[in-house]
T-cell receptor, first 111, second 116 residues
Framework: RKEVEQDPGPFNVPEGATVAFNCTYS??????FFWYRQDCRKEPKLLMS???SGNEDGRFTAQLNRASQYISLLIRDSKLSDSATYLC????????????FGKGTLLTVNP | DTEVTQTPKHLVMGMTNKKSLKCEQH?????MYWYKQKAKKPPELMFV???????INESVPSRFSPECPNSSLLNLHLHALQPEDSALYLC???????????????FGPGTRLTVL
């Protein structure tokens, strides 16, 4: 099983749609979880950290299920500017420095 | 302000050249990182500095030589690179060991390197 698995997409959705991304991980020792977004030819930018209790930031909701080793990102009321690659990222077990990146899910929001 | 700056934005170099990439942050972060990213792939960790000391080298070839002159600066010296080293080189920083969990990494805009 790969360390981090994400559906690569692409996801093509109309403006205003709700879209959900899922990510599974294999190392139960991972402690910290994040969603980053990366625009074409740009750097990854932190979207949100993911906490066990689940957390929300405006139109974005992240959830973590440690028992199932699964994290998710829900985007409501999609905007054109949400078009990007979404990276599931977590710390490798035993190290807060080493991040494991998923391969990313490409989202295109269409007018 | 979560800003990490990198220079140059673009670099073209020959296989015999020596060049350096620079990274700077003024967030008081004590951990700094170099990553390499190829097209359509996620970033790959190269080096980690913690409190200005090299703490992780992910078996990177010696033609890449990192340097941390002070807590705000991180350099990557390049020498005798190969065409397959062409990639986006990203610098990142985080609060480090005292920052608690999660220790969030913030990325600079990267240097797009082409080796001819």
């Amino acid at each position: 099983r790969k360390e981090v698995e994400q559906d690569p997409g692409p996801f093509n959705v109309p403006e205003g749609a709700t879209v959900a991304f899922n990510c599974t991980y294999s190392n139960s020792a991972s402690q910290s979880f994040f969603w980053y977004r990366q625009d074409c030819r740009k750097e990854p930018k932190l979207l949100m950290s993911v906490y066990s209790s689940g957390n929300e930031d405006g139109r974005f909701t992240a959830q973590l299920n440690r028992a199932s080793q699964y994290i998710s990102l829900l985007i409501r009321d999609s905007k054109l500017s949400d078009s990007a690659t979404y990276l599931c990222v977590l710390t490798r077990g035993g190290s807060n420095y080493k991040l494991t990146f998923g391969k990313g899910t490409l989202l295109t929001v269409n007018p | 302000d979560t800003e990490v700056t990198q220079t140059p934005k673009h670099l073209v170099m020959g296989m015999t050249n020596k060049k350096s990439l620079k990274c700077e942050q003024h967030m008081g972060h004590r951990a700094m990182y170099w990553y390499k990213q190829k097209a359509k792939k996620p970033p790959e960790l190269m080096f980690v500095y913690s409190y200005e000391k090299l703490s992780i080298n992910e078996s990177v070839p010696s033609r890449f030589s990192p340097e941390c002159p002070n807590s705000s600066l991180l350099n990557l010296h390049l020498h005798a690179l190969q065409p397959e080293d062409s990639a986006l080189y990203l610098c990142a920083s985080s609060q480090g060991p005292a920052g608690g969990v999660p220790d969030t990494q913030y990325f600079g805009p990267g240097t797009r390197l082409t080796v001819l």
